[in-house]
């Protein structure tokens, strides 16, 4: 039912950031690319989720069949709800990255949702699907290019940010990871303007960003592929702050958070073998009652 799982919120605010950038920003989207983004998005997880479950069930063909009705019922459960995690990068993807033309957004649509089937470990996709998909535009194509001033530094913009971020992270909880994030990047930031004697008005100027709030609260937080472990998602988070602040003053790349978490994407894996701990799961009670059902009875 709407509303029942947390990314029914996701989606909502998403969706209401993207109405509120065009009204109130004048942004020069074009409303059919937004299409093509949702479309391509759904239609290539839509494809992908059966191909894989079709090769999954043929692979376990000799299991009993009580077993494969249940893995016929897990399939079946996680193709739909998939489709809101397809929404939801075809949002950010509409959200970040501009275009001339539609094929270019195609093409990011369809790679960032098959990422997430193609560079797994352990059954874990670590790549942020919308991330993947924006760089590898930026890669292939010639027309794509993504804006991170386009909020601007209007105060009201952050509020809404942190009010409905904050919800979906205090559902989640994660907020540890955007807090470390944030807080190491900030006194990065901090120790640089003291150094260089800025006023703090040249801080507070490159820490109001509407869209550093919306990658910290809404893009590094994926909990499906950060890491697991609360200290390995603080690692990973003041990495990922420290390669941003490096590539945005040393390199001067305005694109600098986007890059930063593609590199480090990987390294998520890693943390997760120093340090174990259960993978998140948006479905909990459908795979505990998908585990009971193949659990002998005793």
């Not at 009993?64 to 993807?93: C, E, F, H, W, Y």
């Not at 009201?156 to 807090?179: E, S």
């Not at 701990?277 to 659990?295: G, I």
Request: aromatic residues 14%.
């Amino acid at each position: 039912m709407l509303l029942k799982d947390i990314r029914d919120y996701q989606i909502l605010f998403l969706g209401l950031f993207l109405v509120l950038g065009i009204g109130t920003r004048d942004w020069t989207l074009r409303p059919e690319l937004i299409g093509v983004a949702i479309v391509t998005c759904v239609a290539t997880q839509w494809i992908l989720s059966l191909v894989t479950g079709h090769w999954s069930l043929a692979n376990n063909i000799d299991a009993p069949a009580a077993s494969r009705r249940v893995g016929q019922m897990a399939n079946d459960k996680k193709q739909m709800p998939n489709l809101r995690s397809a929404l939801i990068t075809s949002l950010g993807l509409s959200l970040l990255l501009r275009a001339d033309h539609w094929t270019t957004m195609a093409i990011a649509a369809v790679i960032a949702i098959a990422s997430k089937f193609i560079f797994q470990v352990g059954d874990k996709h670590f790549f942020n699907p919308a991330n993947f998909g924006i760089i590898s535009a930026l890669i292939l194509t010639p027309d794509a290019w993504v804006s991170p001033g386009q909020w601007g530094e209007e105060w009201w913009y952050g509020l809404l940010f942190l009010g409905t971020g904050g919800m979906v992270l205090q559902r989640i909880g994660r907020w540890d990871t955007t807090a470390a994030f944030l807080g190491s990047y900030s006194l990065l930031e901090a120790i640089r303007n003291f150094w260089l004697g800025w006023t703090w008005d040249v801080y507070w100027h490159r820490l109001m960003s509407g869209s550093l709030l919306l990658f910290a609260l809404f893009m590094i937080t994926d909990p499906r592929s950060i890491p697991n472990s609360r200290i390995g998602r603080i690692v990973w988070a003041v990495c990922i702050a420290g390669l941003t602040f490096i590539l945005r003053n040393y390199f001067f790349v305005s694109t600098a958070v986007f890059w930063a978490l593609f590199a480090l994407a990987p390294l998520s894996i890693l943390l997760d073998v120093f340090w174990l701990a259960p993978r998140f799961a948006w479905q909990e009670k459908d795979e505990e009652a998908v585990v009971e059902l193949l659990t002998p009875n005793s």
